[in-house]
């Protein structure tokens, strides 16, 4: 019974942020603007906080290192094909975008704190580095085929200025060069981290929120919708599959380090995507495509909360 308890006390704030987010949508209560102000507080402020925190105690070792080099060249690979494709399957501007990133920033990080704890997110925020360089290009390069500019300073300005990856970096340089010891000795340490912790403690709810406010499963080419869902399930399953099997193959790895791996693969696509389409139709597809994918991932979630607990 306590462990159904347990469960429950991780499931249900879940879904009653998603369930109050479709229902401000239904009633108009809250704005797609005031929606988007939530999102940009989470991506600008209170997520970079949680990576900070998180990656001044992180502990990154050999296997939290070979996930992330394995992340790339698989994201490679998927957004390559999403490239090759778009011009004769699937016509869409912005279907690479679906292929270039995982949704661990506004998604995977909060569910997986759910689960262990703000300590551990710098692993899945390593995941997230290890996917920015691919997604943030991808970016550019849809950007200028619309007419706006992908010159590589401009592409590595995006790169340097963003606040995810700042912070991380602090909380990480400040973690190995020792000056976290020294800030504890200092007593001073934790005027840091309970304001970075105080900055984050709206992060799940607000995206959980913002997640359901945005659910839909589009009203455009439904065929296509599942179609993509579905190559995108497929595709990121054997990815995961793979990564697994290799940290098999290396001694110690800690079952947080494969959670964060099997949370990550089961993710819905980039929510980016749809503010990449050049028309309704195109926002449609990706709306459909990360709210399918969205539901599938907090399915999984349910049962690996299971799991765990």
Request: glycine share 8%; charged share 10%; aromatic share 10%.
């Amino acid at each position: 019974m306590q462990r159904t308890i347990t469960v429950l006390e991780i499931l249900i704030p879940i879904f009653a942020a998603i369930a109050l987010g479709m229902l401000a949508r239904r009633r108009n209560s809250i704005s797609r603007e005031g929606v988007m102000g939530m999102q940009q507080y989470v991506m600008q402020f209170g997520l970079p906080c949680v990576l900070f925190n998180s990656c001044l105690g992180a502990n990154l070792g050999a296997q939290a290192l070979t996930s992330m080099a394995l992340v790339l060249p698989m994201m490679l690979i998927s957004v390559l094909w999403a490239f090759r494709v778009r011009k004769t399957q699937f016509p869409y501007h912005n279907l690479p975008q679906l292929f270039a990133a995982q949704e661990s920033g506004m998604l995977g990080i909060p569910l997986y704190m759910t689960l262990f704890g703000s300590a551990q997110a710098y692993r899945m925020g390593a995941l997230d580095m290890a996917q920015s360089l691919v997604c943030i290009s991808t970016i550019a390069l849809l950007t200028a085929s619309a007419g706006e500019n992908t010159r590589i300073t401009g592409i590595l300005k995006q790169i340097a200025s963003s606040p995810l990856l700042i912070l991380s970096l602090l909380g990480l340089a400040l973690n190995l060069t020792g000056f976290k010891a020294w800030l504890e000795s200092a007593g001073i340490l934790s005027l840091f981290t309970e304001t970075a912790g105080f900055i984050a403690q709206p992060v799940s709810a607000a995206i959980l929120f913002a997640v359901g406010y945005n659910f839909s499963l589009g009203s455009g080419n439904r065929s296509h919708i599942f179609r993509i869902a579905a190559i995108h399930f497929i595709y990121f399953a054997v990815f995961g599959l793979l990564i697994q099997l290799v940290l098999f193959l290396l001694p110690d790895v800690e079952a947080e380090t494969r959670w964060a791996i099997l949370i990550y693969t089961t993710l819905p696509a980039s929510f980016l995507s749809l503010g990449l389409g050049r028309n309704e139709e195109e926002y449609e597809m990706a709306a459909g495509v990360c709210s399918l994918l969205t539901a599938v991932s907090l399915a999984i979630f349910c049962v690996i909360a299971v799991i765990v607990n």
